[in-house]
T-cell receptor, first 115, second 117 residues
């Protein structure tokens, strides 16, 4: 199965709080896990990505935590700001083989950060 | 950098009419993707082109949908005849040839919001 399950569907956080979005995958051949951010009226844009050879990747206030044995990964947004309000998608793909073009997306999480 | 360009941004049409969506990928990118986004189904890959050749069209819903890429700088997605259930946001995305960690990044256009009445 080439599914990626994302939760929660929506999330409301106060300014300065931590936002956490979780994803689980089934295909152990996946080896590239990006997160995309989408603002209203815009297309998704790459936010941060990780390979399974590391357990964590941090870029500014955004961190991906990766648990290979559990087949789970999560996005943490520290010190959440109203400008972070957007829809976040996790995704997964195989970087080798004939399907290395195909990003399998989660259903998305609508994050609202209240001022 | 112009990014991926899509037109029109909004399209309202009546059931049964032909709809053509257009995409100009980022110059130098050799992969192009068409996606459909709805609340119910999320982001769905419709078709993937590599070097202007359709590689995977398994996501195209039915024969009413067709896509072409006559050259490296232009692609169209056509729906004929359109139906109300085709109402969605359609995204085009492009990608360069994979060769490094971030070369798997897909660059999305702003989308076309299609409403079929």
């Amino acid at each position: 199965q080439q599914q990626v399950k994302q939760s929660p569907q929506s999330l409301i956080v106060q300014k300065g709080g931590i936002s956490i979005i979780n994803c689980a995958y089934e295909n152990t051949a996946f080896d590239y896990f990006p997160w995309y951010q989408q603002f209203p009226g815009k297309g998704p844009a790459l936010l941060i990505a990780i390979r399974p050879d590391v357990s964590e990747k941090k870029e500014g206030r955004f961190t991906i935590s990766f648990n290979k044995s559990a087949k789970q990964f999560s996005l943490h947004i520290m010190d959440s700001q109203p400008g972070d309000s957007a829809t976040y998608f996790c995704a997964a793909t195989m970087t080798s083989g004939g399907s290395n073009y195909k990003l399998t997306f989660g259903k998305g999480t609508l994050l609202t950060v209240n001022p | 950098d112009a990014g991926v360009i899509q037109s029109p941004r909004h399209e309202v049409t009546e059931m049964g009419q032909e709809v053509t969506l257009r995409c100009k990928p980022i110059s130098g990118h050799n992969s192009l993707f068409w996606y459909r986004q709805t609340m119910m189904r999320g982001l769905e890959l419709l078709i993937y082109f590599n070097n202007n050749v359709p590689i995977d069209d398994s996501g195209m819903p039915e024969d009413r949908f067709s896509a072409k890429m006559p050259n490296a700088s232009f692609s169209t997605l056509k729906i004929q005849p359109s139906e109300p259930r085709d109402s969605a946001v359609y995204f085009c995305a492009s990608r360069s040839r994979p060769g490094g960690f971030f070369s798997y990044e897909q660059f999305f256009g702003p989308g076309t919001r299609l409403t079929v009445l």
